[in-house]
């Protein structure tokens, strides 16, 4: 079993920036791939961002592409998710996802919540304007 702890949210102005931590247990974080996604209110969860368990491939949903940068430290058992230039339609509870399978098989399986086999229990992201 995998526990998926996400910190650093808060609040913060339109083009500013944040960044998420994603602190996991268990001696296998660095086999795992790992994903990042959002859910505003009234709206489906949807992806962020996506690495293999390496760093070496990075995926990233068009909205936030040029903006956000996903990154690993397997020796602290960590991901984050480095937002910069956010805006109000960021805003939304951010959620820490790990995949035991390493890598993604399949063109957009990293973009599909069900290929993810752990989740964390999110933390807000709310930007004002």
């Known amino acids: 079993q995998v526990q998926l702890v996400e910190s650093g949210g808060g609040l913060v102005q339109a083009g500013g920036s944040l960044r998420l931590s994603c602190a996991a247990s268990?001696?296998?974080?660095?086999?795992?791939?790992m994903g990042w996604f959002r859910q505003a209110p009234g709206k489906e969860r949807e992806f962020v961002a996506a690495?293999?368990?390496?760093?070496?491939?990075?995926y990233y949903a068009d909205s936030v592409k040029g903006r956000f940068t996903i990154s690993r430290d397997n020796a602290k058992n960590t991901v984050y998710l480095q937002m910069n230039s956010v805006k109000p339609e960021d805003t939304a509870v951010y959620y820490c996802?790990?995949?035991?399978?390493?890598?993604?098989?399949?063109?957009?399986?990293?973009?599909?919540?069900?290929?993810?086999?752990?989740w964390g229990q999110g933390t807000q992201v709310t930007v004002s304007s």
């Open positions: 996802a790990a995949r035991t399978q390493g890598v993604f098989y399949s063109g957009s399986a990293y973009s599909k919540p069900y290929e993810y086999n752990y």
């Open positions: 268990g001696r296998t974080f660095s086999t795992y791939a």
């Open positions: 690495i293999t368990w390496s760093g070496g491939s990075t």
